[in-house]
């Protein structure tokens, strides 16, 4: 196997047995073996199981930013559509995995933050840009004057992303798509006050 | 060490433990040391150390259950006042642990959801009384007409504690309080539309 593609084997392997059992669950052997390749060549990419995580949280982002290019800089439909819609191809994403695994950055935020000061700097640069994309949509709705008054883009946006990694985790937690629903309707219908009518797939809810 | 003192022990050792580091990353035999008591005696309290994690699901619960109890049975204050009262107590701990550990039940959900579903099923049963303790407050403040129109108490309560779950998961990776600060303002200036003056002390925003 060519060495760039050895190494790209090791991390979409481990990114996805990570996403599913967690960073501390997960061992270096299994990585190995559902990568098939030697412990030595591993060593050739990594400097250590830290090191190929800190390269993991990148791996992530590089989906998380092209579902967010995708959704988020369509200039054709408005902004509050564009993140009503960010948040549906979420939505059924999840469903699609049965409610497992959720959110990979969320995941290792809440394992590694206390664990791990590179961790720590290096999924918080991340997830700061996560937050970046919904604070650029509410910024382009408060210039187009679709944004509540009272509501900073950058706080709202904050509260936003902190909420929907909230929701993951309890449709996690209670395996269904729920909590993922509430929260949407919430956000539309109660803070952001944009009726969600034309945005795109929205659930109802059956609470 | 009598028999009754030894599982306490035993109990308190691993929940300080594991609220660090995690239920994966916490080793038995880190417990067993920590709590000075050989291997033997653990295996006569838990039948393994799964056994032993949901026992200490109910050990979170209690401390969270007598918080809930003193800042949410209090009937000479508004329920407002309460939540208001209980989401400041939970801030002021958190201040108090330097923004570490975050909260166990959220850390389990995130963790075990999929790795164990006795795990599940238990975490489950606790945040569903977490959630109910809320949705309680919302209920009494919805009889007193406190509740802006078209907010449902169940999944308003749902939404509040996701949200603070996931607030509490990002103070916990920026090592600062204003997201619990962020998500507070939220709730109460935007979703329940209550003015907080008067319901004890409440953070400013630095952001």
Known sequence: ????????????????????????KTGLQEILN????????FYFYFKSKDDF??????????FIEA?????LSDSRISPMERLSGFMDAYQVMFENMEM????????????????????REKVGD???????????MLMEAKDLG?????????????????????????MKLVKNIEPLIIFKNMVFDHILKISQKGTGKRGTSNG
Request: proline content about 5%; charged content about 20%; hydrophobic content about 35%.
């Open 146 to 170: 679709e944004l509540p008054a009272g509501l900073d883009p950058e706080s709202t946006s904050q509260f936003i992303l902190n909420s929907w990694e909230g929701a993951i985790m309890h």
């Open 126 to 136: 991340i997830y700061a840009r996560m937050h970046g994309h919904i604070a650029q």
């Open 67 to 71: 579902m967010g290019e995708k959704y």
């Open 34 to 41: 559902a990568a098939q390749i030697p412990k030595g060549s």
């Open 53 to 62: 995580g800190l390269e993991l949280v990148d791996y992530y982002w590089k």
């Open 100 to 119: 497992r695994c959720g959110c990979p950055i969320g995941n290792l935020m809440q394992e590694m933050s206390d664990l791990s000061e590179p961790f």
């Open 1 to 24: 196997m060519a060495r760039d593609t050895s190494k790209k084997t090791i991390l979409r392997e481990g990114a996805r047995l990570i996403h599913a059992k967690g960073f501390n």
